[in-house]
């Protein structure tokens, strides 16, 4: 990985980008387009299934570059919990989360250059939820922040409000989790060290 073949991150996601930008890593975005159906019974499975379709589809157009592919679900009693579509789904996911301990899984995958596999991973956390009243899950909605997140809220932004306490990587629920991902760019050998740049530049 230089600046003349960067990683490649396989995901319109903003939040994935400010992630990684938060690393000083060069990379570039190009998504993938692939449809996100649930074909596995296992969260896990899905997860991680996702995150390798995602960087492979990206690999075929994209040539001899990195690819990171990722996706995120929310898991409460085996339920998963993707993005809501309208202010009714929003208002059933917290609903559900509201007083509750779920599961946020992340599943990301490196494509080498050559077109494998070689880092596939799950990484999950547990975030607990306080007791919400309907006046405060109506007020969540009409920010609109819970559209385009799964499980309808964004730890890093408003929701925090509601989330008492996690255990396990908190990047991991924004999106991308940044300790397991560098391990895994380490021992790929996409990255010979890390840092890569001096924390002062």
Sequence with gaps: MTKD???I??????????????????FRIEVS???EENRFTSPSELVRALAIDKATHVYKSAGESWILGADTIVEIGGLILGKPEDDAQARKMLNLLSGK?????TGFSLVAPGGSVAHAEVVCTEVK???????????????GEPFGKAGSYAIQGIGAFMVEYI???YT??????????????????????FPTVSLDT
């Design 5 to 7: 073949k960067p990683l």
């Design 129 to 143: 939820i306080k007791e919400l009243s309907p006046k405060e899950i109506e007020a969540y909605i009409q920010t």
């Design 101 to 105: 301990t779920h599961r946020v899984l």
């Design 9 to 26: 991150l396989a995901s319109k996601s903003p939040r994935r980008r400010r992630l990684l930008e938060q690393l000083r890593l060069p």
């Design 167 to 169: 255990y396990g990587s």
């Design 33 to 35: 387009g692939i449809q």
């Design 172 to 193: 991991n629920v924004v999106g991308l989790p940044l300790c397991a991902l560098v391990k895994a760019l380490l021992s790929s050998g996409a990255l010979e060290c």
